[in-house]
């Protein structure tokens, strides 16, 4: 059975850089999409970016200019960097699995931005 | 980028109600559209692929229909557990995922 696991700080000040680890267990890192989500709270679910084990990377438009996703299959973990956070960017975060168009979600990590 | 819009935001209903939940697509995704469960602290819980496939291990008072731009998810039945929010999700066109609104189903 396949599990991700995010980890990193819980909280993070305004202006700084976000990061996050996804660990995954149960499967290769080196298959399927490994994808970022996240969720503010109250609302809906915002895609983050995708990464293939490759490096290949997409990233939603409106957040592109400050993320950074990577992978490291040696760890079989992919990384999320989110840089100049603001109050806007306090969510949960969940790293999934991607197969087939179809998310297979972590358990979610809540990261707030606060001085 | 295909936009998901679903309806309604939120509805109430009586354990035993029947429950349908509506997702539509700006553009034809075919029968590519997943459903979601999310109850309150937890990750979403994929119920319905492809449109009208039961995901293992979901119970059978959830069906999912639709193809093209029009999709429902009906829960049969409503039990206890079923009080959650759902979101539909396309898999037509990835990158970028999008997901609708998100339908929040209450007691009444």
């Known amino acids: 059975q396949v599990q991700l696991q995010e980890s990193g700080p819980g909280l993070v000040k305004p202006s700084e850089t976000l990061s996050l680890t996804c660990t995954v267990s149960g499967a290769s890192i080196s298959s399927h999409y490994w994808t970022w989500i996240r969720q503010p709270p109250g609302k809906g679910l915002e895609w983050i970016g995708f990464i293939y084990y490759s490096g290949s990377t997409y990233y939603n438009p409106s957040l592109k200019s400050r993320v950074t996703i990577s992978v490291d299959t040696s760890k079989n973990q992919f990384f999320l960097k989110l840089s100049s956070v603001a109050a806007a960017d306090t969510a949960v975060y969940y790293c999934?699995?991607?197969?087939?168009?179809?998310?297979?979600w972590g358990q979610g990590t809540t990261v707030t931005v606060s001085s | 980028d295909i936009q998901m819009t679903q309806s309604p935001s939120s509805l109430s209903a009586s354990v035993g109600d029947r429950v349908t939940i509506t997702c539509r697509a700006s553009q034809s995704i075919a029968s590519y559209l997943n459903w979601y469960q999310q109850k309150p602290g937890k990750a979403p819980k994929l119920l319905i692929y492809?449109?009208?496939s039961l995901q293992s291990g979901v119970p059978s008072r959830f069906s999912g229909s639709g193809s093209g731009t029009y999709f429902t998810l009906t829960i049969n039945s409503l039990q206890p557990e079923d009080f959650a929010t759902y979101f539909c999700?396309?898999?037509?066109?990835?990158?970028?995922?999008?997901f609708g609104g998100g339908t929040k189903v209450e007691i009444k």
């Open positions: 999934a699995r991607v197969e087939e168009g179809t998310v297979y």
């Open positions: 492809a449109a009208s």
């Open positions: 999700q396309q898999s037509y066109n990835t990158p970028p995922l999008t």
